[in-house]
């Protein structure tokens, strides 16, 4: 998500940059603002309803209003159908799902209030449009949160509110350790160390592109659906993959 803050920043959007650790959010305020541009912190739990409506009611107070929401809010823990806790499974489809559909209400209720034409972007993944073993709550509730993209912008494209997602895949972390060093939060990264039996050692031989996606390029992918360029998309989603989802299964990238 930082790399989505920063490039919404610097195309000259205000941020509230919102996390259940308050510390954090503050953290990456302070970097945007160090930047030069305006941004605040809040904490807050976004399975509850209470929090994100105080949430947003700080970001009107100092801003006017909501133009653009960004859902991205994830909990990971690798397990499968066959060791997964119902606690933690509902505990992660309601961080994922509950609480873009909790943020996506109000904001929307407050973007028609205000005649708003906004754009809500939901962060999905790779995971959720392919089968990963031992990642069953967080795939299951990211592929949900495909057909709440769909619905939701059915519903709301009629007061000119365009909902679309954004889906990125593994990442090169080189950018994410410069960035989380900068902003003086915690790394390694919630997935690091955490990998399903099978998987590649070198996650970018399975990307047609032979390469990862960056943080950056998340950023300015959704900078383009936030802004006027993309005004006759919604209920879509935006791979930024490398090409991996679109990969036929038994071929493998850069072999002969």
């Known amino acids: 998500m930082g790399g ?94 509950t609480g873009a559909f909790l943020f996506t209400k109000h904001v929307a209720h407050l973007m028609i209030q205000q005649n708003r034409k906004g754009n809500i972007i939901n962060i999905i993944s790779t995971a959720g449009h392919q089968g990963e073993p031992g990642n069953v709550g967080y795939g299951t509730a990211k592929a949900g949160l ?13 007061y000119g509110i365009r909902v679309n997602s954004l889906t990125p895949t593994a990442t090169d972390q080189s950018e994410g350790r410069e960035r989380a060093a900068r902003w003086g939060v915690d790394w390694p990264a919630p997935r690091s160390g955490q990998r399903a039996a099978g998987l590649l050692p070198d996650a970018s031989r399975g990307a047609p592109l032979l390469k990862l996606p960056s943080p950056t390029n998340y950023g300015k992918a959704a900078v383009f659906l936030a802004s006027d360029d993309s005004e006759m998309i919604t209920g879509f989603d935006l791979r930024v993959d490398a090409g991996a989802i679109s990969r036929y299964w038994i071929w493998s990238p850069g072999d002969a």
């Open 4 to 97: 989505i803050a920063e490039e919404l920043a610097r195309e000259g959007a205000n941020l509230v940059c919102a996390d259940i650790r308050a510390d954090y959010a503050e953290k990456c305020a302070s970097a945007i603002v160090a930047e030069g541009y305006d941004a605040m912190g809040v904490g807050c739990d976004v399975t509850d309803e209470d929090q994100v409506v105080a949430a947003i009611s700080q970001a009107t107070e100092r801003f006017g209003g909501v133009d653009i929401l960004v859902n991205g809010a994830a909990v990971f823990n690798f397990k499968g159908v066959l060791n997964m806790p119902v606690d933690e499974w509902r505990r992660q489809t309601d961080i994922i799902l």
């Open 146 to 158: 495909i057909n709440f993209t769909r619905s939701v912008a059915m519903e709301l494209a009629e």
